[in-house]
């Protein structure tokens, strides 16, 4: 049984699932360290909402700065390696989840998202209306310790009544959250500590193989 078969049955049956020990743990501390360096090194910018023309930045409604990382990023040696790492192993759960869910994803996109203290997300889903390339969002947290004090969870509401809390989930190291990007509707909670994650989508891009 491949390790990441549970998390893709719970994935199939709830449009969500979690894992706290897929990652390795070397790999996820040595993202945290990358994720630092990139950002002591200016390599971040404030997230925005929306895209194209109605693309906007409003850090009451979204607080993170991000990093975006793929193939062809140009960071330094130590930090390339590691992304390249993470991407690689990216590229093996999507074939998982393209073999037992015939879900056809041939793309990713992935950045790293740094939410200072007092910062949060407020609800929404992952899929842009009239573009429907992003099918599975994950979600990586990277900070060596959390606690609950420290806020900052996931919170996944249910799909038929956006009301209504699913779980709410904290940012503990290494805890590995996928759910489908077109109807699992979410937040990010504010935290009370800077909060480091790396999240992507799997897609379906026409034309990419």
């Not at 793929?70 to 998982?96: G, I, M, S």
């Amino acid at each position: 049984m491949r390790l990441t078969e549970p998390l893709i049955d719970r994935l199939a049956e709830h449009g969500w699932a979690s894992c706290d020990t897929l990652i390795p743990c070397a790999l996820r501390d040595q993202l945290y360290t990358t994720a630092h360096t990139l950002w002591d090194t200016g390599h971040f910018h404030q997230a925005a909402i929306g895209r194209g023309l109605t693309q906007t930045s409003n850090t009451t409604l979204r607080g993170d700065a991000i990093c975006w990382l793929d193939r062809h990023t140009a960071f330094p040696p130590t930090e390339n390696t590691v992304t390249q790492h993470f991407l690689d192993w990216t590229d093996t759960l999507r074939h998982d989840l393209n073999q037992a869910l015939y879900l056809g994803l041939n793309n990713a996109e992935f950045h790293f998202a740094r939410y200072p203290a007092g910062a949060g997300y407020t609800t929404h889903i992952d899929q842009h209306r009239d573009a429907p390339q992003r099918r599975i969002s994950l979600v990586l947290y990277l900070n060596p310790e959390w606690h609950t004090q420290d806020h900052g969870e996931l919170i996944m509401y249910k799909p038929d009544n956006p009301a209504h809390v699913l779980e709410s989930l904290l940012p503990m190291p290494g805890r590995l959250v996928i759910f489908r990007s077109d109807l699992m509707p979410h937040e990010v909670a504010p935290c009370l500590r800077t909060r480091w994650s790396l999240t992507g989508w799997f897609r379906t891009d026409h034309g990419v193989f």
